[in-house]
C-alpha cells in the first residue's frame, strides 16, 4: 500500500532517556489503560528503551519531582484520572517534559464528544446529527426529537463505557436510568445504517482503514476487548474511497487541534456517505487493538509503532 512512511529517526534508544509508561489511573477505562501499558512497556523494553511502569497521575509528579523521567508514553485511557482529558498534558508541558499525543487543547476537546462535533459542523465536515442533553435534562425528548435509531452516550467517556443502542421506545428506560445517576453531559446522536470504520493516525500520514465486523450486532465492549470473532478487514475500503477516509480523518483530527498519534472513528451512511463519530487520542494498544493492526499493513510492527510515537516527543535538531 502507497503510504508515504518516514523512516525513523534514531536508532539509538539512548536518545529517549529514561521513559515513563503512563498506565491504569483511576477513570472508567483502567483496566484497558494497564493492558496497553504492558504491552507498550515490553515493546520499549525490547528495543532497548529504559521504560518503567508508573501508574497514575500522582505517581508519574512524584517521579518527575524526583528526576526519575525525561520523557512520558502515555497510554493513560478516559478522564478524571486518565490522560485524555488535556489536565495530564498541561501538567507535563508545564514541568516540560515531552509526552506522547496531542497536546492541551486537542486532548480536552475531543475527549468532549459534543464539542468536538461542534468543531468539525463548523469546519464543515460530516457528522451525524445530535442533541446535547445536560445533567437532570429529559432525555426521551431528546431521543423522540431526533428520531429513532439513535445512540447515547456520555459526552466525555470511552471505550463504550455508557453507551445505549436505542431502537424503540422501550430501550430509552434503560439510557434514562443511566443518565439519572450520571453527573456529566450525554449525547444522544443519530444512529448511522451503515459499515463501522477506524482511521489510525501516525504523524502526517493516515494509516490504512479497518472496516470493523463484530459478530453481535454493534461494536461494544465486549467486541472490542473481549471477543475474538470481532474481524478486521484492513484496509477497509478500495481505490479512491480508500484515499478518501484517510483523507477525511486526517482533516478531522487536525481540526480539533490534534498532533502526534490518534484514532478517528467513522462510519459510512448508506444515504450521508462518510460520517465522522469521534477521536481517540491514546488508543488502545491492547491484542485486540487497531493501530496496530493497521499499522502493520505497512509493515511497522508492534514495537517500531511504539518507537516510531516515542520519536515524536523528540525534538527536530536544525542542522
Known sequence: MSIAIPPVRFDDPAVFGRVAVLMGGTSAERDVSLDSGNGVLAALRSRGVDAHAVDGIPALVDGIRAGNFDRVFNILHGNKGGGEDGVVQGLLEALGVPFTGPGVLGSALTMDKIRTKQVWM???????????????????????E??????VKPSCEGSSV??????????IDAAAGFAAGYAGELLAEQMVQGGEY?????????????????????????????????????????????????AL???????????????????????????????????????????????????????????????????????
Open 146 to 151: 431526533l428520531g429513532l435509531p439513535v445512540f
Open 198 to 246: 477506524t482511521v489510525g493516525i501516525l504523524g502526517e500520514a493516515a494509516l490504512p482503514s479497518i472496516r470493523i465486523v463484530p459478530a453481535g450486532d454493534w461494536y461494544d465492549y465486549h467486541a472490542k476487548y473481549i471477543a475474538d470473532d470481532t474481524q478486521y478487514i484492513c484496509p477497509g475500503m478500495e481505490g479512491e474511497a480508500e484515499g478518501a477516509i484517510r
Open 249 to 319: 480523518s486526517l482533516a478531522a483530527f487536525k481540526a480539533v487541534g490534534c498532533s502526534g498519534w490518534g484514532r478517528v472513528d467513522v462510519m459510512l451512511d448508506r444515504e450521508r456517505g462518510l460520517q465522522l463519530i469521534e477521536v481517540n487520542t491514546a488508543p488502545g494498544m491492547t491484542s485486540h487493538s487497531l493501530v496496530p493492526k493497521a499499522a502493520a499493513q505497512v509493515g511497522i510492527d508492534y514495537a517500531e509503532l511504539c518507537w516510531r510515537v516515542l520519536e515524536d516527543t523528540v525534538a527536530e535538531v536544525s542542522a
Open 122 to 144: 463548523a469546519a464543515g465536515l460530516p457528522t451525524p446529527r445530535f442533541v446535547r442533553v445536560g445533567s437532570g435534562e429529559d432525555l426521551r425528548a431528546a431521543v423522540l
Open 162 to 171: 455508557g453507551v445505549f443502542r436505542i431502537l424503540a421506545e422501550s430501550d
